[in-house]
């Protein structure tokens, strides 16, 4: 079972049945009972006494495991769960008002939303009132064992429930949840040479090249980059203000004087769009909760608008309010991903490789870890420090014996 499941090598499967036959004759059980958090973590804490750590991990896995597999055959066997009701669609509705109420962005609010469906269709339409922490459990393992999706999306999936319990059901269960939160491997990001940038910008035109500069240029996310408004943009400091970022921080970075003219130029070509609205006493841009509230007029006001428009109206997914967005980001992913294969280029490169780029060539420089840090908006100087391992030219001025 171990092996259709897991797709583990045959060797390793004695290994795995041994692990969980110890500790049931450890703790004078039968094989077919399920083991309680504490009865699991008293035979881990005894194989550590005399045994390496890669022993104890192994063991953990193959615990997890086998509990998994007598869950789902409970389920199995019972066929569909009792307790079924339609409480199902007031919960939904109830955590959207929740993510709402909490400034969660609207791809949050999505994503949270499509994680909530898979677990309820996990559970079978049970009453989420009798969901307890064992549900999310058995969907987390559900998503590793047969799913085998990745720690990222896992740990996603784990924030929406956990989500869920805490503001929907009011029930606090970080205390009740088994398992960890899955430990992510560390991958390298992908990096573009100036050279392989600039064969890139060659085959884009229009906005969507000037959009892709500015991401490199400044460091930009791509949703950040969508969102710059005129008053955003500071020629005389050669600024970039950054509002509402990752975790909804506000942040300032540096605008290169090369697209000082391109942007000029987008900003009068835009100004007509902004007086046909004017013209036609359309609602204004959106704005931030508070600030929409408190000055109601305000999205209609030229510094508000939007750097980079759409042409065209459409429907406010927060609102249903018909106003004038920014561009959809599929414009730019797509129009990237085009000018990468024109270009020749085989490295899996996306917008987002644009600000890998941006900070691993100041580095190269010999900019200060801790300015990159500040440019990026990383909260954590760690998550900065990855890019000391893709720069070209090694800071501590190491080379190979080879090349001597």
Known sequence: MIQSRERLQEKYIPYYVKWVSDCCRFHKLPENEPLSKEQRAQFLKHLAERNEDWQVRQAD??????????????????????????????????????????????????????WLQQFRQFVKDRQPALLGAGDLQAFLSYLAVERKVSASTQNQALNAIVFFYRHVL???????????????????????????????????????????????GCGLRIQECLRLRIKDIDFEQCLVVVRGGKGDKDRRTVLPEAL?????DQIDKIRPLHEKDREKDSPGVQLPDALERKYPNAGKEWPWFWLFPAQDISRDPMTNVWRRHHIHPTSLQRAFRNAVIKAGITKSASVHTLRHSFATHLLEKGHDIRTIQELLGHTS????????????????????????
Do not use: C
Not at 260 to 264: I, T, V
């Open 61 to 114: 896995r193959a615990l997890r495991l086998y509990d998994y597999f007598l869950v789902q055959m409970v389920r199995n066997s019972s066929g569909s769960l009792p307790d079924q009701n339609t409480d199902w669609p007031l919960m939904e509705e109830r955590a959207r008002e929740a993510l709402r109420l909490r400034h969660r962005s609207l791809s949050t609010e999505k994503t949270y939303l499509i």
């Open 170 to 216: 009011d029930r606090d269960i970080d205390g009740e949840i088994e398992s960890v939160r899955a430990r992510q491997s560390r991958r390298l990001p992908v990096v573009l040479t100036p050279r392989e940038i600039e064969m890139i910008f060659r085959e884009m035109a229009g906005v969507n090249r000037l959009m892709a500069m500015l991401i490199y």
């Open 260 to 264: 000082f003219r391109d942007l000029q």
């Open 381 to 404: 100087i760690q998550t900065t420090m990855i890019y000391t391992h893709v720069a070209k030219k090694n800071i501590l001025g190491v080379r190979s014996p080879l090349d001597g």
